[in-house]
C-alpha cells in the first residue's frame, strides 16, 4: 500500500498544486468514496486511517476529519507537520486509508475506484498480497 499512496502522491505533486498533495489526494477520493459508503462512513474510514498514522507520524497529531470527511488541519501553520515528516506524513496516511479500503471492499475494487479518479495512472504491477506493505 505504500508504493500505492506513492505513486498517488507524487502524481498529484506533478500538478503543482498549492496544497499538501495528500491532502488532495483525499478529497479527490472523498466523493466516489463517500458515493460508496456513505460520508459518515467514508469520514470514519479516513478518521481511522489518520489514528493509524499518527502512531508513526506524530506531526498528523494536529489533523482532524470533519463530519463531510474532509482532513482538516493540513494547512494551518500550526498543525503542518516538520518539512521532513510532510511528504512521509502524507504518504503514512494514504496507505493506512488504502490499506482499511482494500480491506473493506477488496483490492480489485479499490483499485477500480482509484482508477476512475485517476484514469492513466499505472497501477497493474502492484502487488496485494499480504506482507507486500501496510
Do not use: Y
Not at 501553520?77 to 490499506?99: I, M, N
Amino acid at each position: 500500500m505504500r508504493e500505492f499512496a506513492e505513486r498517488l502522491i507524487a502524481q498529484e505533486m506533478a500538478q503543482k498544486s498549492p496544497e499538501p498533495a495528500a491532502l488532495v489526494v483525499c478529497e479527490r477520493l472523498r466523493a466516489p468514496l463517500a458515493t460508496l459508503m456513505g460520508t459518515v462512513g467514508f469520514a470514519a474510514l479516513l478518521s481511522r486511517a489518520l489514528s493509524l498514522a499518527t502512531t508513526e507520524i506524530p506531526g498528523l497529531r494536529a489533523l482532524h476529519v470533519d463530519a463531510d470527511g474532509a482532513l482538516q488541519g493540513w494547512t494551518e501553520r500550526k498543525a503542518r507537520p516538520l518539512p521532513d515528516e510532510s511528504f512521509e506524513g502524507g504518504v503514512t496516511l494514504l496507505a493506512h486509508l488504502l490499506g482499511l479500503l482494500a480491506t473493506f471492499i477488496g483490492a480489485n475494487l479499490t483499485l477500480r475506484l482509484v482508477r476512475e479518479v485517476w484514469p492513466k495512472l499505472a497501477l497493474d504491477d502492484l502487488d496485494f498480497s499480504e506482507g507486500s506493505g501496510k
